[in-house]
């Protein structure tokens, strides 16, 4: 318990640290070597980073430490087990969504009532950002799971899987911030209803969530002044 209350003020800082690994480690490490070796590694630290950033909420906490539990059993059976594939990849698209799911919502909730906004507050601010858009994958790859075809120019799941699961994640992630290139397109009605929900995501995040902190931060600095 000591050794979490000493890393308690760093949570942010680390599950900051564990989420670019998930996302851009693949710049520094090959490709399918990071997919296949290092990947699973940082899934498993960020778990335990949420977790870190729940353990001042005991039901929460029990419930992360259950989703890390199972997340060691995915990567042990489906690594060394012959089984049926499909059935793994339910398991684990149910795990971290319901991971993020709980991890941004308790993001926002300490960067909302924090009284004094300092860098772990901004790091948290971009964590849940990040956040918000790894849920948006998760919602975009039910939609395609359930209706295939749902969106235009995705890589064939068949033929490549990392792949099919990258593209979604850039999309989730190019709606998200509003971008929108076009070389991905929503399709079915599910899918374009599932894009409208990322967006308002993304705009509800900046317009209030980030004007909250910033308002805070302003009327700290004039306290200061």
Sequence with gaps: MKRIEYLYPYRFTIFFISLLFILFGDL??????????????????NILAGTLLISKKKKLHRIFIGLFLLTILYILFSSYLVTDEEVYRYIRFAILFSFYCFVTYEIISQVWQS?????????????GYICLGLVG????????????????????????????????????????LTIGY???LPISQLARKASVLIGLLGQFYLVIVTAVVIEKYIRDNRKGN
């Design 28 to 45: 520094l490490i090959p490709f399918y070597t990071f997919i296949t070796y290092i990947a699973p590694i940082f899934f498993i630290v």
């Design 182 to 184: 076009g070389d991905i």
């Design 137 to 176: 994958f998760f919602i975009c790859l039910a939609v395609e799971e359930s209706e295939p075809g749902s969106f235009y120019g995705l890589a064939s799941f068949e033929s490549d899987p990392e792949a099919y699961k990258n593209s979604l994640q850039y999309y989730s992630f190019v709606t998200l």
């Design 115 to 127: 009284s004094k906004v300092d860098r772990g507050v901004i790091l948290g601010l971009i964590c």
